[in-house]
Nanobody, 124 residues
Framework: QVQLVESGGGLVQSGGSLRLSCVAS????????MSWVRQAPGKGLEWVSG????????NYADSVKGRFTISRDNAKNTLWLQMDSLKPEDTAVYYC?????????????????RGQGTQVTVSS
């Protein structure tokens, strides 16, 4: 069965950095576009970033563009999100999400599986 296991969250001061990781199993990782989505306290899910199956194309929400970088290693079945210049409004649970897309770059919340999430807290 599909499993997505995130790690790397934590507490960081405003302006700091974190690197989230997601290890995937139960499907052919290199076939599918992947996303990171997040949920802030009291709010709905928000799409953060997407990456094409082979990692050649990326897309970002305007709120994180220029600060976050998504990447993947298909040989290691791993997805990352490098988060720099963090702001208090980035505080959320971050989820790795598998999309049903086998081509192109995700640009929205469409996904069929997501992990259990990792908490990111940015203090001011």
């Amino acid at each position: 069965q599909v499993q997505l296991v995130e790690s790397g969250g934590g507490l960081v001061q405003s302006g700091g950095s974190l690197r989230l990781s997601c290890v995937a199993s139960g499907f052919t990782f290199s076939t599918y576009a992947m996303s990171w989505v997040r949920q802030a306290p009291g709010k709905g899910l928000e799409w953060v970033s997407g990456l094409s199956p082979l990692g050649r194309s990326t897309n970002y929400a305007d709120s994180v563009k220029g600060r976050f970088t998504i990447s993947r290693d298909n040989a290691k079945n791993t997805l990352w999100l490098q988060m720099d210049s963090l702001k208090p409004e980035d505080t959320a649970v971050y989820y790795c999400a598998k999309t049903p897309r086998t081509w192109g770059v995700p640009t929205n919340l469409e996904h069929d599986y997501r992990g259990q999430g990792t908490q990111v807290t940015v203090s001011s």
